[in-house]
């Protein structure tokens, strides 16, 4: 019975962010004003991009610092789409007026397709970062040297795009409240709360797929990799395969969120490709829990949920708490909050800071039948004196 209760409090243990999740889902949007579940839908967004942070980095122990490229590649691909969508044909979006381009660009074209469109937002990240990832890890850079070139490309790419003023607006990005997707407005509220049930649907589908991944055989191979790589590369397997292969599949997920996110926030702009932003989502995953999955997606909501409120009141404070978050999970938590919790949450904390833990001892022992029963049979047995 005493078995049965703490496989019942782990389980409760495991399993409570997932119901935490699901109520919040079904009772917010009922709760919520439009502003702030418009809000809620970003930081889902943002939690399918750290995701594929914690499938790289928590699973396969590589340190991207350039996820922004993928995650504005997925956004820009939505955002050309619906410039174009309820268009006259010869007519152009507005800002090409601004700069005197009188036909629409060649690799504008495409995105007239909803289907090339859909294809384009995870596809087309997936195969900059599987080209990226193979140039690398063919090579073996890995570590520190992995992630400063992962944050070089990202200068690349963001100042390229910053630069291309004729092509995509440039610095000024491309707005998408004011376009029609389904014939009605992207930023009006009816479709921002389909666009958040929507979310709720692809972190699920997101969750599933890296939960599965990070299973089995491919699974096994990812940690080892962590872990030990030559190691497993002298056992006859090619890591370089493996990690490619995890590396598309995180800037895929990062290409979704970016387009769920660009729809929900109403512009895209070479901003989603600046340093400090691919940094924070790093930060979200290790605050939430690094190699958990449920702790990148809780930590991308959670962070971003106090960023918003913290910034309201007090504008200037947020770095300093964001600072000290970071700390805080290197010093004291370095498994997270989900982790935290997985190992005992206040009792671990309490015990920190000298507060004396509960012994682990057999719980209700004298009233294990088993113990009552080997009891009552020794007590029945002969002493040594009586013989």
């Not at 019975?1 to 243990?13: D, G, I, P, T």
């Not at 390229?160 to 004011?178: A, D, E, R, V, Y």
């Given at each position: 019975?005493?078995?049965?209760?703490?496989?019942?409090?782990?389980?409760?243990?495991r399993?409570?962010p997932?119901?935490?999740?699901?109520?919040?889902?079904?009772?917010?949007?009922?709760?919520?004003?439009?502003?702030?579940?418009?809000?809620?839908?970003?930081?889902?967004a943002?939690?399918?991009?750290?995701?594929?942070?914690?499938?790289?980095?928590?699973?396969t122990?590589?340190?991207?610092?350039?996820?922004?490229?993928?995650?504005?590649?997925?956004?820009?691909?939505?955002a050309?789409h619906?410039?174009?969508?309820?268009?006259?044909?010869?007519?152009?979006?507005?800002?090409?007026?601004?700069?005197?381009?009188?036909?629409?660009?060649?690799?504008?074209?495409?995105?007239?397709?909803?289907?090339?469109?859909?294809?384009?937002?995870?596809?087309?990240p997936?195969?900059?970062a599987?080209?990226?990832?193979?140039?690398?890890?063919?090579?073996?850079?890995?570590?520190?040297?992995f992630?400063?070139?992962?944050?070089?490309?990202?200068?690349?790419?963001?100042?390229?795009?910053?630069?291309?003023?004729?092509?995509?607006?440039?610095?000024?990005?491309?707005?998408?409240?004011?376009a029609?997707?389904?014939?009605?407005?992207?930023?009006?509220?009816?479709?921002?709360?389909?666009?958040?049930?929507?979310?709720?649907l692809?972190?699920?589908?997101?969750?599933?797929?890296?939960?599965?991944?990070?299973h089995?055989?491919?699974?096994?191979?990812?940690?080892?990799?962590?872990?030990?790589?030559?190691?497993?590369?002298?056992?006859g397997?090619?890591?370089t395969?493996?990690?490619?292969?995890?590396?598309?599949?995180?800037?895929?997920?990062?290409?979704?969120?970016?387009?769920?996110?660009?729809v929900?926030?109403?512009?895209?702009?070479p901003?989603?490709?600046?340093?400090?932003?691919?940094?924070?989502?790093?930060?979200?995953?290790?605050?939430?829990?690094?190699?958990?999955?449920?702790?990148?997606?809780?930590?991308a909501?959670?962070?971003?949920?106090?960023?918003?409120?913290?910034?309201?009141?007090?504008?200037?404070?947020w770095?300093?708490i964001q600072?000290?978050?970071?700390?805080?999970?290197?010093?004291?938590?370095?498994?997270?909050?989900?982790?935290?919790?997985?190992?005992?949450?206040l009792?671990?904390?309490?015990?920190?800071?000298?507060?004396?833990?509960?012994?682990?001892?057999?719980?209700?022992?004298?009233?294990?039948?088993?113990?009552?029963?080997?009891?009552?049979?020794?007590a029945s047995?002969?002493?040594?004196?009586?013989?």
């Open positions: 019975m005493s078995e049965m209760v703490l496989f019942n409090a782990k389980q409760l243990r399993w409570l997932w119901l935490l999740i699901v109520v919040a889902a079904l009772v917010l949007p009922v709760l919520l004003p439009p502003f702030r579940l418009n809000l809620l839908g970003r930081f889902l943002l939690g399918i991009a750290a995701l594929g942070i914690d499938l790289i980095w928590g699973y122990g590589m340190l991207s610092l350039g996820q922004g490229i993928f995650f504005a590649l997925g956004g820009y691909a939505l050309m619906l410039q174009l969508n309820g268009l006259q044909p010869g007519e152009l979006p507005e800002f090409f007026s601004l700069y005197g381009v009188k036909t629409l660009p060649a690799f504008w074209q495409p995105f007239t397709s909803p289907l090339f469109t859909l294809m384009a937002i995870w596809v087309l997936a195969l900059v599987g080209a990226l990832g193979y140039l690398v890890f063919r090579n073996r850079i890995k570590g520190v040297y992630s400063i070139l992962t944050q070089a490309a990202l200068l690349v790419f963001f100042n390229f795009f910053n630069g291309q003023q004729k092509l995509i607006n440039g610095t000024n990005g491309l707005k998408t409240s004011t029609r997707l389904f014939g009605e407005l992207v930023g009006s509220d009816a479709m921002q709360r389909h666009l958040f049930w929507f979310t709720v692809l972190a699920i589908a997101a969750y599933l797929l890296c939960r599965w991944l990070t089995g055989r491919f699974g096994d191979a990812l940690i080892a990799i962590r872990d030990d790589e030559p190691r497993l590369r002298f056992t397997y090619n890591p395969a493996y990690k490619t292969v995890v590396f598309a599949v995180a800037g895929a997920l990062a290409g979704i969120s970016g387009a769920l996110y660009t929900q926030s109403g512009i895209v702009s901003q989603y490709m600046a340093v400090p932003f691919s940094i924070e989502m790093v930060i979200w995953v290790a605050v939430g829990g690094r190699g958990t999955l449920i702790g990148a997606l809780l930590g909501v959670l962070i971003n949920y106090a960023k918003s409120l913290v910034s309201e009141a007090l504008p200037e404070t770095l300093f600072g000290g978050l970071f700390l805080l999970v290197v010093l004291a938590l370095p498994d997270g909050l989900v982790g935290w919790w997985r190992q005992g949450g009792a671990r904390l309490l015990a920190m800071v000298g507060w004396p833990p509960r012994t682990a001892t057999y719980p209700a022992l004298d009233l294990n039948p088993e113990v009552s029963a080997e009891q009552q049979h020794f047995r002969p002493s040594a004196d009586d013989r």
